[in-house]
Each structure stands twice: as structure tokens, then as C-alpha cells.
């Protein structure tokens, strides 16, 4: 074979090559286009019983000279990359994206704004256990010239014998503190049913990270008009955590904060392993605010201050900590809260870091 009918043979291996990628590509603009449709059907996006009778069909038609075999095996490969596209479109139009909208959500939580750029700070006691407490933790908040407070009345914990948190009366006391010390309350709510009544009392419904994929819970805080805290799950993937977060705005509400609070490893210096590059991902791939928790990411009390400075660092909008004014008799997270006097230096170092940034 001469060199000139070699070229023009692969002359025309070069014309087949360019035709087989228009038409792969024009397959997977109708393949894009099918997979609108299905969104707005509701149907799955994945069809073997489909693909199994295109496959069959291929190969009814196939004479050669390529087996069966790497007949399947090339159109599996064309259908499993059509199917990750309309994964891809659907992932797109995720409404939590940046790619839905570019610009950061700034969530107003009574007329403060979380997200404009200016760190915000969440300290309270894990657990509301008195009017006293919250309010002694509240007069310190106020000292310091923040507005606002967090404390859980409904403590989802790990035994069933252990303090389970005080519910209504503990949003009550919440309220009432709120009320006299002018601050925001955030507070955990686990039931659904309850969301509606938490309205009344608090200003921003905390989701804690065992509830991430609580999806009837996230429905339920989607559904009304009030501040949502996300958290991440123990053992959530970002993209999990993200989806968790769809579904508060698919529900109408945007008004969401993300909280990264550590993740489950195999590390047991620390309560949970805090992933502190989440916050840069959360931030890229998100318009919405994120904190994150040195408590229970860290569960050490001499990790606090180093935690937040790497969190306001790495870009976080937010942090959040744990402030008992006696931690040792606390009903619950007592190794890891910070007494009054903690708090004060605390606040005193961190907010160096903020200056350092701003
Ligand atoms: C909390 O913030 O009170 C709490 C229980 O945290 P998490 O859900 O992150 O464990
Ligand atoms: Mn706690």
C-alpha cells in the first residue's frame, strides 16, 4: 500500500471520526431534551428497561465486524455519559446554586443582616434549662454588643434517659429573654409539628446535623417565613448537605444558613473531625451564608479560638459556640461549653481575627 492510499484512508477515519462526534453530540442534545421533559413529568431520569431494548435493538443490526460484546460496551459508555449530562443539567438548576444565582443571600434575622459581609456571632448555652441561665448568658452576649443567641429546648440526644430539654417552656424562656436583652433567638426544632408554634417564639429554626435528612422537616421549615440554620449531618457528604438545603428552598423559603459542625471519621482527638474546607466549597457552590460551629466540631474547649480563627479565615460568615455560665453542671454538652469568663477572652481574641480581616 502506498503512503498516499494509506493517507487517504485515514482522510477518511478523520471525516467518519467527525461525523460520529456531531452525531453523538446532536444524540445528546435530544438526550438533554428528554430529560426536561422527564423533570417536568417527575420520572425517572434512569430507564433500563429503555436502554435494554435500544441495546437489543443495536444489536439486532449488527453485522460485524465488532462482537456483541464491544457493540454493548460502546453504546453502554454513550448512554451512561448522557445520563451524567442530564444529571449535570438537573444539578445546574439546583435553586441553592451559584449557577441559579450568583449573587450572596443575605438572610435577615430581625433586622440584622447574616451573609453582608460582616462576621455573626451565635453564642447560648447547648441546652435552655432556666430563665436564669439563658438570661445570665444573654447579658453577656449584650455586653459585647451582639444580637444573637442560640439554646436548644428540644435536645435531640444520643440516649433516651438522658436531658431531653425543656420544649414549649423552654421557647418560652427563650422569648421572654429575647424580649428583654433585644437579641435573635436560634433554636433547635425536630418535629415538624412543631415548627409552626417555634414561629411564635424564635427567629430562626435550627435543623441540627441529626435531622439533616429529615426531609419532612426540612418541608415543613421550607414552608414557612422564618430563618432556617442548616446543619451537616454526622456522616453527610456536601452534596447531601447541599440537597438537604434544596429542599428548604424548593419549598419557597431562601432564608437558609449553612452550618458545617464536623463530620464523623475515624479520629478521635476531637468530638468530630471539623471539615474545614467545606466552608470554601459551601461558599463556591452556594449563594447562601455559612458558619461554622467549633463546639460540637471540635467537642474541646481549648480548640475553640483556634477553630474560629481558621473557619473566619477559610471565608466563614459565621460562627457559632457554646456559652454555659456554669458549664460543669450543665445538662448536657458540659466538657466542651465555655464559662463567662472563657467567653470574654474568647470574644477578645476572635474578634482581633475579624479586624485582621476587615
Ligand atoms: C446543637 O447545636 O445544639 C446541636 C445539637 O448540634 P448538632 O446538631 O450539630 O449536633
Ligand atoms: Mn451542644
Redesign the pocket.
Known amino acids: 500500500m502506498s503512503n498516499q492510499e494509506l493517507e487517504q484512508l485515514r482522510n477518511r477515519v478523520d471525516e467518519m471520526n467527525a461525523q460520529l462526534l456531531k452525531l453523538i453530540n446532536e444524540r445528546a442534545e435530544l438526550v438533554q431534551e428528554i430529560g426536561r421533559v422527564k423533570e417536568k413529568q417527575g420520572v425517572n431520569r434512569y430507564d433500563p428497561v429503555r436502554e435494554r431494548s435500544m441495546l437489543n435493538n443495536l444489536l439486532d443490526k449488527n453485522d460485524g465486524p465488532f462482537e456483541r460484546s464491544t457493540v454493548e460496551h460502546i453504546f453502554k459508555e454513550i448512554f451512561k455519559a448522557s445520563l451524567e449530562l442530564q444529571e449535570d443539567d438537573h444539578r445546574k438548576a439546583l435553586l441553592v446554586s451559584r449557577k441559579k444565582k450568583k449573587e450572596d443571600t443575605i438572610v435577615t434575622v430581625r433586622g440584622h443582616q447574616v451573609g453582608d459581609g460582616n462576621v455573626t456571632f451565635v453564642f447560648g448555652p447547648?441546652a435552655v434549662e432556666s430563665y436564669e441561665q439563658v438570661a445570665e448568658v444573654a447579658k453577656s452576649i449584650k455586653g459585647k454588643g451582639l444580637k444573637m443567641i442560640?439554646g436548644?429546648a428540644y435536645?435531640?440526644r444520643t440516649s433516651p434517659y438522658d436531658f431531653q430539654g425543656l420544649g414549649v417552656e423552654g421557647l418560652k424562656i427563650l422569648k421572654r429573654v429575647a424580649d428583654e436583652f433585644d437579641l435573635a433567638v436560634v433554636s433547635?426544632i425536630v418535629n415538624p409539628a412543631d415548627i409552626e408554634t417555634a414561629c411564635e417564639y424564635i427567629d430562626v429554626i435550627?435543623i441540627?446535623?441529626?435531622n439533616m435528612q429529615n426531609f419532612e422537616l426540612l418541608k415543613a421549615a421550607g414552608s414557612v417565613k422564618k430563618p432556617v440554620l442548616l446543619?451537616r449531618g454526622l456522616a453527610a457528604t456536601i452534596d447531601e448537605f447541599i440537597n438537604a438545603a434544596e429542599y428548604i428552598l424548593a419549598q419557597g423559603n431562601d432564608q437558609v444558613i449553612l452550618?458545617e459542625?464536623g463530620i464523623r471519621t475515624y479520629e478521635r482527638a476531637t468530638r468530630n473531625t471539623l471539615d474545614i474546607t467545606a466552608v470554601p466549597i459551601l461558599k463556591q457552590e452556594t449563594h447562601l451564608p455559612v458558619f461554622v460551629?467549633v463546639t460540637?466540631s471540635t467537642g474541646r474547649r481549648d480548640l475553640l479560638l483556634p477553630a474560629a480563627k481558621a473557619g473566619l479565615a477559610i471565608g466563614a460568615d459565621g460562627i457559632?459556640a457554646e456559652v454555659h455560665p456554669d458549664p460543669a453542671v450543665a445538662l448536657s454538652d458540659s466538657a466542651q461549653q465555655m464559662n463567662l469568663q472563657q467567653f470574654d477572652e474568647f470574644y477578645d481574641e476572635i474578634i482581633k481575627s475579624v479586624a485582621v480581616k476587615a
Do not use: V, Y
Request: charged share 45%; glycine share 12%.
Open positions: 447547648c442560640r436548644g435536645k435531640p433547635e435550627q441540627g446535623a441529626r446543619k452550618c459542625r460551629d460540637h457559632m
